[in-house]
């Protein structure tokens, strides 16, 4: 209601001077807040046209165009107006918003620090550097920004959020946990928070935890793909291989061109002793990731226990091509070798798998079995 009269004044003054650039500009932003941005940025260009000098008016431009998506012109626009008004910390707060998005983040970074130097009480600008500065990999400086926005704000859900990401990349699991929980105290709803407190849960080896948080994500976003995934990973790791083969289906459904969930079904359907299933389900992963080397070695596998031994070296032969520093493969295709009788590759695969990994007991035990047959 407070829109549409706005509206309807500056429309009767427009009517009465079609030269009130102030008219125009006060029905753009009206406009703006109904999210009309097209009949926005058109007011905007009128009062230019009518003010040049109008900063706020290219300032508001550029916020219509960063909200249909044309970051390249808002930027232009924001810096116009901060040629024409070099301390509005806001056109270098969403400046910065509009290279994040155009993934600069160092232009984006320097926009935050040149907001915060003119606003230091700009909490936005604070998590929006720290995000900066997580996509960087720098997670001590995203730590600090989080901290600091949120004491300007200390109900900005999202920055506990963020704070326990780069807190679980960092290594402090337990940290993590606690800034999802008071993320979730928040926002009970933030389906993301539930699915990365699960992930940290995963690493704890609490896979009761992980999976009723995985679960409650999905409740809150059905389609959220990844959860599907990791809680398929967890009943896989609890032994309950028919509930992770309906996760890495459904997650399949969802998107079918996600290699790893075929992966991951197929090291189940392996699991079950069901080799042609497996074979499979790495078949389809390798089709949408030709590089993936753990495809192969596990395909590789599976032709072992079908008794396809030429088959499972060309599959190691290409793991090793992918990864040569790969020592479960060097491991495995010594067994093939072993089983087609090829005792002297054999003894140099297993060698070769010690010299990368010193502690593989299969290596040490396969040379040991070849020792005695001396």
Do not use: C
Not at 278 to 286: G, N, T
Not at 312 to 341: F, I, M, S, T
């Amino acid at each position: 209601m407070k829109q549409a009269l706005i509206l309807l004044v500056n429309e009767n003054i427009i009517v009465k001077d079609p030269n009130d650039a102030e008219a125009y500009y006060n029905r753009g932003l009206a406009y703006a807040n109904k999210e009309d941005y097209a009949r926005a940025i058109a007011d905007y260009n009128q009062a230019l046209r009518l003010a040049p000098g109008h900063a706020d008016a290219y300032y508001n431009r550029g916020l219509a165009y960063a909200n249909k998506g044309n970051y390249v012109r808002a930027i232009a626009d924001y810096s116009q107006a901060l040629r024409l008004a070099p301390g509005h910390a806001e056109a270098y707060y969403n400046r910065g918003l509009a290279y994040a998005n155009k993934r600069d983040r160092d232009r984006a970074i320097a926009d935050y620090n040149q907001a915060l130097q003119l606003d230091p009480n700009l909490a936005d600008a604070y998590y929006n550097r720290g995000l900066a500065y997580w996509n960087n990999g720098d997670w001590d400086r995203a730590i600090a920004d989080y901290n600091q926005a949120l004491q300007l704000d200390p109900n900005l859900a999202d920055a506990y959020y963020n704070r326990g990401l780069a807190y679980r990349n960092r290594g402090d699991r337990d940290r993590a946990i606690a800034d999802y929980n008071q993320a979730l105290r928040l926002n009970p709803n933030l389906a993301r928070a539930y699915y990365s407190r699960g992930n940290a849960y995963t690493d704890r080896g609490d896979r009761d935890r992980a999976i009723a948080d995985y679960s409650q994500a999905i409740r809150l976003t059905p389609n959220l793909v990844e959860a599907y995934v990791n809680r398929g990973l967890a009943y896989a790791n609890k032994g309950d291989r028919d509930r992770a083969i309906a996760d890495y289906s459904q997650a399949i459904r969802l998107n079918p061109n996600l290699a790893v969930a075929y992966y991951m079904r197929g090291l189940v359907y392996a699991g079950k002793g069901d080799w042609d299933r497996a074979v499979a389900d790495y078949d389809q992963a390798l089709r949408l990731n030709p590089n993936y080397a753990n495809a192969y070695s596990n395909r590789g596998f599976s032709y072992i226990n079908q008794g396809d031994y030429d088959r499972a070296v060309a599959d190691y032969n290409q793991a090793l091509r992918l990864n040569p520093n790969y020592a479960e493969a060097y491991v495995n295709r010594g067994l093939a070798y072993y089983y087609k009788g090829d005792y002297a590759r054999a003894r140099v695969d297993f060698e070769k798998a010690l010299q990368f990994n010193p502690n593989l007991t299969q290596a040490r035990n396969n040379l040991e079995v070849l020792r005695k047959m001396e």
